[in-house]
């Protein structure tokens, strides 16, 4: 190759790492995109499940398949906070049945939310769902409050964060601080207004303590 061929292929060069990792980027989508998939439908079967069998329960093996789903969704997009909200929502249903525990005991659950707010510190539904991991543990801490004030800050308006503050505000209610319950209450009064069928739904769901 003589010098003029070899300045054009050095030239290309360039260009043809930038398609190298184009392809790779886009190999790395479409991997993640089918894990994805595969998870949510396992995710939608087991609610669909609970509703129609209150006694349902995840079956072990189809539990840990999916949670395998999960990790290779987020391999291939290890910066996504959506990928790991959802494969929070998976090592819930674990922590459940007591599969989805770390060494000391504590639920890994509660450290893929951890790791969701981290990648996406500004997004509501992860502070909100971060609060209620740590209610169904029963750990009723600054943390928790922490967690549903940042939700509530970020996302005012949001339906899904309104009605968890409202559950989670009437159940807890005489456990948290003055502050923080007027802020869930006030969270309730916005979901009465915009939502009057839902708000009526919870309220006797979760009625308050004489």
Do not use: C
């Not at 894990?35 to 840990?64: C, I, M, N, P, Y």
């Not at 959506?82 to 929070?88: F, G, N, P, S």
């Amino acid at each position: 190759m003589n010098s003029s061929g070899i300045r054009r292929w050095l030239l290309a060069l360039p260009g043809i790492a930038l398609l190298a990792v184009a392809f790779n980027t886009a190999w790395n989508l479409v991997q993640s995109e089918v894990w994805r998939s595969q998870t949510e439908d396992f995710l939608d079967h087991w609610v669909t499940e609970a509703k129609e069998d209150a006694g349902f329960t995840v079956d072990k093996e189809q539990w840990l398949l999916t949670l395998a789903g999960a990790d290779n969704a987020l391999d291939n997009m290890p910066g996504s906070p959506e990928l790991q909200m959802m494969r929070a929502q998976v090592l819930n249903r674990g922590v459940h049945n007591g599969w989805a525990v770390n060494d000391s005991g504590k639920p890994m659950e509660l450290d893929a939310w951890q790791q969701a707010i981290l990648l996406r510190p500004g997004w509501p539904y992860s502070w909100s769902s971060y609060a209620q991991a740590r209610s169904q543990r029963s750990l009723i801490d600054p943390l928790f409050e922490q967690a549903l004030v940042r939700a509530d800050q970020l996302g005012p308006w949001e339906q899904t964060v309104m009605e968890n503050a409202t559950i989670l505000g009437r159940y807890y209610r005489g456990w948290l601080s003055e502050p923080v319950q007027a802020r869930l209450d006030d969270s309730q009064q916005r979901l009465a207004r915009l939502y009057p069928h839902r708000a009526k739904q919870i309220e006797r769901q979760y009625p308050l303590p004489k």
